[in-house]
Nanobody
Framework: QVQLVESGGGLVQAGGSLRLSCVAS????????MAWYREAPGKQREMVAH???????YTADSVKGRFTISRDNAKNTVFLQMNSLKPEDTAVYYC???????????????WGQGTQVTVSS
């Protein structure tokens, strides 16, 4: 069993900052990729940032220069630092992990339950 716990969402004013966290726990041998997605009402879920096991990162053009993804491997945690937030960043943010499950040795993919980020103008 693998559990993801997201935190850090909330309501902020435009130009403000939030830091999202996602902690993975359970039957994990190791975590490979981790990522953040977001889904605005009526729109498709989109990837906003991705980080590989070696620390290489990707950020979508829409958030580049404003969002930073990072991870703490010792704590099985991925972060999304969001600065200079805009109203169009309003969405439910989901963490995603690609893990190797303990004992089975096989890969598995998990999604967090989502955390609401609302940016007021």
């Amino acid at each position: 069993q693998v559990q993801l716990v997201e935190s850090g969402g909330g309501l902020v004013q435009a130009g403000g900052s939030l830091r999202l966290s996602c902690v993975a726990s359970g039957s994990i041998s190791r975590i490979n990729a981790m990522a953040w997605y977001r889904e605005a009402p009526g729109k498709q879920r989109e990837m906003v940032a991705h980080i590989g096991s070696g620390g290489s990162t990707y950020t979508a053009d829409s958030v580049k220069g404003r969002f930073t993804i990072s991870r703490d491997n010792a704590k099985n945690t991925v972060f999304l630092q969001m600065n200079s937030l805009k109203p169009e960043d309003t969405a439910v943010y989901y963490c995603y992990v690609d893990v190797i499950v303990l004992y089975s040795g096989g890969p598995a993919r998990y999604w967090g339950q989502g955390t609401q980020v609302t940016v007021s103008s």
